[in-house]
DNA sequence: CGCTGGATTGACTCGGATCAAGTCGAGTGG
DNA sequence: CCACTCGACTTGATCCGAGTCAATCCAGCG
């Protein structure tokens, strides 16, 4: 089987040596993906989970909805993340899963999968390695949360967007699919304060949003701002920005 | 091997069916803890990752220290907890775990720890759910940290901890063992604000803390406060709260 | 061509931070 | 046994970052 490597593969292969054995078996799981529209949901909170999701193409992110009404926005899923590994054995979903944009999604079965990991320890290895990462961007996002400021938030979040979708694009610009309401969602502000951030920044020269894309004029600078050390990432080779820092 | 059953394997067989030979072998390596003062640090961010850490018995947490000094604190870990399964997998850490109180813990070697899942399917099939709740628990951190304000997070942290610390304890008090400080730095606030809020939550007789116990004198309205749901902590018999909820 | 959802900007408010004292309790040593 | 110290807790006064409310602008689109 000749199958056209996909992000999901080349993410895996980023993360641990695999064999054409071991992509070819990927490829075979991943080969008959789902559409789904912007603003679809994948899966809902109470929902029992099912297959693993992978998303091949597009923007998605988990999220839940607070009593009050507000939005939560958890974690942004790019071309080649994966939902939980496992999460068949949990009786229900605690959050949702939404595509941000038109996105192209693999449902692999939890047999499947668990087959792939048994008969693929190197697949294995590279899955457990990418949800110890997902753990830590989790951990940086509460950092965020936490203790930095709006600017320093929105700095930072850019950073760690630009480095994870590094691997597909160029320099410097990347697609940035989101508006400003799910980028409030997701940074805990309004979108009404997002929007003077991102003017602040654009001022300041250190990036500007143009028709869906991002462009980070002066790197240097944005990492500064947000005190970003992309340690957290735990990429192999540091290229990008870490050119820049000294 | 006729080990006394501890937090760790008690955690477990709440996640799983383990038999005797499941526990027998978590017991055997967990025999040999070691003990950590309050305010040590158990690993700091940059060290090689080693053995997989299990806390038998105290508080411990995870953090982060800012360039400006502030810090972040990102999880609790209470008895039975246990740190990344493969952590072994990374080059370094990106945080710091540090002990709150006098902590017993184990340190699993990552080969041993592998050995375990291998010839204990049930073990293993616990842990990984352990890792779901685990990703469930900073999920739901970063929603506080978010959307709540200082009263509703301050209340669904003592929810949180009342539900996981309630296996161990009787009813309505629990060992609260940090202080306002630590409280601070986990839910983004400043010291001398939780102070107000704790006062607060002491005067509409929500809770009242009183030498390092948290005794929950209005578990109605402490969980009205919060906007607590405890769908993410996926516990399977739902008793405590719930009891009083509609 | 009007409708709609996002982007933008201004005026005003408020929750929580900051700054500054002062209190309390557990050691600790004379 | 008491004075001293040190860390945590408590309280008040003030300030500021971000939220809220309310228009307006703009582009895509049915």
Known sequence: MVAMSNHFVQKLKNLAELDSADTDAISALTSRPRDYASK?????????????????????CRYKILPSGSRQIMAFLLP?????LH??????????????????????????MEAL?????????????????DEGILRAWIVSMGRRNSVE??????????????????????AFPISQIVLADALGMTPVHVNRILKELRLVGAVTIHRGNLLITDPLKLV???????????????????????
Chains 1, 2 share one sequence.
């Not at 009786?91 to 692999?108: F, K």
């Open 40 to 60: 679809q949901d994948v899966i809902r909170e109470g929902d029992r989970p099912g297959p693993v999701f992978v998303i091949l193409k597009g923007w998605a």
């Open 80 to 84: 080649g993340d994966c939902c939980d």
């Open 87 to 112: 999460v068949g054995m949990l009786a229900a979903m605690d959050h949702n899963l939404q595509a941000l944009t038109l996105c192209e999604v693999a449902l692999i079965p939890g047999d499947r």
């Open 117 to 133: 990991l048994e008969d693929h320890p190197a697949v294995a290895r590279a899955m457990y390695k990418s949800q110890l990462i």
């Open 153 to 174: 938030r929105v700095a930072h979040l850019m950073c760690e967007l630009y480095l994870r979708s590094f691997s597909i694009n160029s320099l410097n610009e990347i």
């Open 224 to 246: 500064q701002i947000a005190g970003f050390d992309e340690n957290y990432l735990h990429r192999r080779k540091a290229v990008a920005f870490s050119r820049e820092l000294v």
